[in-house]
């Protein structure tokens, strides 16, 4: 996605709510507060990374030289699972690796009213699909710096 910008907000915003089909909103929203309900936010949230992590699974990537490579086949994967696209970038002062997600699937729960719940399954996701890549360090994992309807930002590597 090389020459490709991010959607405005509001479009992305928009992309994110209509990508996720009518059937699957009530049971989004039925299984979100049935998880609040029974666990605290970090427990939801480290059950949704491994939710992310078992999608990483279903939809393997292959190892790739390049990040315009990486990319791509993220795009791919994204693509065909309806789950939006990502920039890929390096913040080389911080040396990390800056993920930006734009349409992943949004349904507003309760108060999360941006379907911010969602950032989590992309950590698992995104940890996932880069702990696979050649010369991956087990103990680094995405974390998300932003995370509202139609983006989440996600910075990958060792705090500087």
């Not at 491994?50 to 390049?66: K, S």
């Amino acid at each position: 996605m090389t020459d490709v910008h991010a959607a405005e907000p509001v479009t992305a915003a928009y992309l994110a709510r209509r990508g996720v089909a009518a059937q699957w909103r009530p049971f989004l929203r039925g299984l979100v507060e049935t998880l609040d309900a029974h666990l605290d936010s970090d427990g939801r949230a480290a059950l949704m990374r491994a939710v992310g992590r078992r999608m990483a699974e279903a939809m393997p990537l292959p190892h790739c030289d390049t990040l315009k490579g990486l990319e791509s086949h993220i795009n791919d994967a994204l693509g065909a699972a309806e789950w939006g696209y990502c920039q890929l970038s390096v913040d080389v002062e911080q040396r990390r690796l800056l993920v930006t997600h734009a349409a992943a699937p949004a349904v507003g729960i309760g108060q999360d009213a941006e379907g911010a719940w969602i950032g989590a399954v992309l950590e698992g996701l995104y940890g996932g699909w880069l702990a696979g890549q050649p010369g991956a360090d087990a103990a680094l994992a995405p974390s998300v710096s932003v995370c509202v309807a139609g983006e989440a930002r996600l910075g990958y590597g060792r705090a500087a």
